[in-house]
């Protein structure tokens, strides 16, 4: 089965913090992905990753930005967290090759306050 | 891009099959039909997809229509378990990551 594991389930912090989310799969997937979830918003892309040390923008990267330096590992960083990205966040990982599903984490639950 | 329409809400009596339909009157020729469920304080966990034929694994059904405007999620033997909210999914290209949306879904009750 894949498994893709986030560090946090639960994370505290306070406005005006760097905030580092980690995520790691270990099924040797290319892409990976950070999403966020809120009421009524549903799941909205941050960032992607279709290899090492690449990135693309996702609806919604401002505030946000992202590190891969190994295939296995997609951190997405809070450069200065604010109360307004108080969420729920989600990593994903997929295979590149065919129409694949994406492979979620059980999410960190982070509050800035 | 390909929209979903799914009721807000069904019920299930513990033991009985689940059909849970999606309308995706728009969908066109490659796009392939996802299903996801997220129980309650998880991560989304993918169920099954397809393109026009019908599939099965070992969790649930999928029998997508001849015209291939709607869907339906079967899962033959529901538990307690299998409370979640479902998610149908139309994808729309095979490298438009942008456009894989979750939207409102189906909240499943399976009553004992």
């Not at chain 1, 406005?15 to 809120?38: A, I, P, S």
Request: charged share 25%; aromatic share 10%.
């Amino acid at each position: 089965d894949v498994k893709v594991t986030q560090s946090s389930r639960y994370l505290v912090k306070r406005t005006g913090e760097k905030v580092f989310l980690e995520c790691v799969q270990d099924m040797d997937h290319e892409n990976m992905f950070w999403y966020r979830q809120d009421p009524g918003l549903g799941l909205r892309l941050i960032y992607f990753s279709y290899d090492v040390k690449m990135k693309e923008k996702g609806d919604i990267p401002e505030g946000y930005s992202v590190s891969r330096e190994k295939k296995e590992r997609f951190s997405l960083i809070l450069e200065s967290a604010s109360t307004n990205q108080t969420s729920m966040y989600l990593c994903a990982s997929s295979l590149s090759r065919g129409h694949q599903p994406q492979h979620f984490g059980d999410g960190t639950r982070l509050s800035i306050l | 891009d390909a929209k979903t329409t799914q009721p807000p809400s069904m019920d299930c009596a513990e033991g009985r099959a689940a059909n849970l339909p999606c309308n995706h009157s728009t969908i066109s020729g490659n796009e392939y039909v996802y299903w996801y469920r997220q129980i309650h304080s998880q991560g989304p966990q993918y169920i099954i997809h397809g393109l026009k034929n019908n599939e099965t694994n070992e969790m649930a059904s999928l029998i997508i229509t001849e015209d291939r405007k709607s869907s339906t999620l079967i899962l033959p033997h529901a538990t307690l378990r299998d409370t979640a909210v479902y998610y149908c999914i139309v994808r729309p290209n095979l490298y438009n990551f942008n456009k894989f949306y979750f939207g409102s879904g189906t909240k499943l009750n399976v009553k004992p």
